[in-house]
């Protein structure tokens, strides 16, 4: 077994992907390679040495270790995804700090199968009833974190997980970090640029202030995806960053003439730019969801619901 020189306990340890490398042992896990990166880490797959557990193990990036409250922003992220046990979350088993040492790792549990993005990429889009299928499962997910009080604030394709049997799961529960280099920005004390999710994925209110994020900004995000899913392209894409954050707060998604109808209505309700106008939380999403499964067009609260002939959401 081989242990990495970083984690000598004699020197700080500034890990890089680089540095773990197959074999490499960090806080009773074995690494056997990598499953992906970006973000703040790199996530690998690993052994628990005392369980014989196959996991995932977050590490949180050396540049971003060496910053204490970037990686208490981490474990937080870590922690926040704990506290829900659901079947359409990914399941934290473990968080690890040493601030001496500057390593930071969260385990998780080991979903076989790819990303969304990965599986768009490889298939193309998917079907209606495939794509309503994988977002109702994280409408789900996000219903059980809204009630817990927990707005994801980056629900895109990245983090959704789908197994070879089509159970969808959502990563990164509790994001609580800018995502642009240099972080924020400041002149005379304020705040010219603080990004907190995935430009052309976060709801407008988010891109103005992330601290306008609310569990209607997940519903956003989570549209954005529907939409990715139908189209394989995501429903706002610009030059630039500000350019992207642009066209999401003033202009709406442009869709192919065989869009289906009733996808479209559902996301006249999600990609709404004022989130009173959007549906409010992943629950009500889940209620819009099987009301297109009853044959009743989606709406808000209060509204009373249109009858049309539409199938059951059923697997691909």
Known sequence: MCIMPALDASRP?????????PGAELFGYRIEG?????????????IQVSLSRPVALKVLGGRYARHPHLAQDFLSEARASARITHPNLVTVHDVHADPERQLYAYAMELVPGSTLSQLLREQGPLSRQYALHLVYQIAQALSAAHRAGLV???????????????LAKLLDLGLVRDRLEGQRQRVAGRHLLRIVGTPGWAAPEQSRDPDEA??????????CVLYCALTGQPPFVGSTVIDTIVRVCTEEPAYPADFPRDCRQLLALMLAKDPAQRLADGEAVVRALEDLAKGRTPRLEGQAPLRRPLPRLRRR
Do not use: E
Request: net charge neutral.
């Open 13 to 21: 340890a500034t890990p890089t992907s680089d540095a773990l490398a």
């Open 34 to 46: 990598v499953l992906g990166r970006g973000g703040m880490g790199t996530v690998y797959k690993a």
């Open 152 to 166: 994801h604030r980056d629900v895109k394709p990245d983090n959704i997980l789908v197994t070879p049997q089509g």
């Open 214 to 223: 609310s569990a209607a900004s997940d519903v956003f995000g989570l549209g």
